[in-house]
């Protein structure tokens, strides 16, 4: 559980991270409601990661990529949609830009994070 809220944390500070880039287009009010973004983010990565890893490889090694970035695009969306204080100004264009950023900026949290000991290998 403390992972899955670390998840949830990193990737709220990194919502507001891509927020304040303009040429994303990615728009969040406040904190709050970048955790309530995170979370659904969270949950949905949490029920692909239930897929065994072969077939998210399968997957990933056939299209090029292009199913998890699919996939990361709609739950950018879904959960810019589900949130009131997180919008998306220029569409899908946002939604495409945002999941991108939102992969870069959380790898780069969660690295500095696992160089200073804060979270382990598994997160």
Do not use: C, H, Q
Request: no cysteine.
């Amino acid at each position: 559980m403390v992972p899955f809220l670390i998840s949830i944390v990193v990737t709220a500070i990194s919502l507001l991270i891509i927020s304040k880039i303009p040429p994303i287009g990615v728009e969040v009010d406040n904190p709050v409601k970048a955790l309530m973004g995170g979370a659904i983010i969270g949950a949905f990565s949490g029920l692909w990661s239930l897929f065994p890893n072969f077939f998210k490889t399968f997957t990933a090694v056939i299209s090029l990529g292009l199913i998890p970035l699919l996939g990361s695009i709609i739950v950018f969306g879904i959960s810019a949609y589900a949130v009131e204080g997180f919008r998306l100004r220029y569409g899908i264009w946002s939604a495409i830009l945002g999941a991108i950023a939102l992969a870069l900026v959380n790898s780069i949290v969660f690295f500095i994070l696992r160089s200073i000991g804060l979270v382990g290998a598994a997160v």
